[in-house]
């Protein structure tokens, strides 16, 4: 399925407000990521608060190599309407990871030190601007086939 302008590909259910896919860009044939606002968590405006907070501190780190990067936000009606964010794909989350049997992640100690420094960098870069993430967790911090934290 086509929304805007990525199609759509395996959501994921798991998660309450919103649900996320991996997507593939019509115009560059990238994967993205799409985070689809749950429509029973929207506003009046169709858009709920913390999409809309969310939204605001993405459109603030554009180049942030630790801050995953916001393509796109648009609004889309079908069965109702729904505010889909296009993101930067990164493939995996830390905890997943760290727990999956068949990936089996050991990180060697300099890689942990990499991991932490990429971690601080991305979060002193959002407290520059006045921004706190509010749910920090392995399985929100994500990790991308070039081994960039964000």
């Excluded at 169709?46 to 801050?67: C, K, M, T, W, Y």
């Excluded at 392995?138 to 070039?146: A, C, I, Q």
Aim: aromatic residues 6%.
């Amino acid at each position: 399925m086509f929304i805007g302008k990525a199609c759509l590909r395996a959501p994921n259910p798991a998660c309450i407000s919103a649900a996320i896919a991996r997507a593939k860009a019509r115009a560059t044939g990238d994967a993205v990521a799409l985070k689809v606002q749950n429509p029973a968590q929207a506003a009046e405006t169709g858009i709920g608060d913390s999409a809309l907070r969310e939204l605001r501190s993405l459109q603030a780190f554009p180049d942030h190599p630790n801050v995953v990067s916001l393509k796109a936000a648009f609004e889309h009606r079908v069965r109702g309407a729904f505010f889909v964010m296009q993101l930067e794909y990164c493939g995996h989350n830390l905890y997943d990871l760290i727990h999956d049997e068949w990936v089996n992640a050991c990180f060697a100690a300099s890689e942990i030190k990499c991991l932490v420094h990429q971690l601080l960098t991305g979060l002193a870069a959002m407290h520059e601007r006045q921004t706190m993430h509010r749910d920090l967790k392995p399985r929100n911090l994500l990790y991308s086939n070039k081994g960039l934290l964000k």
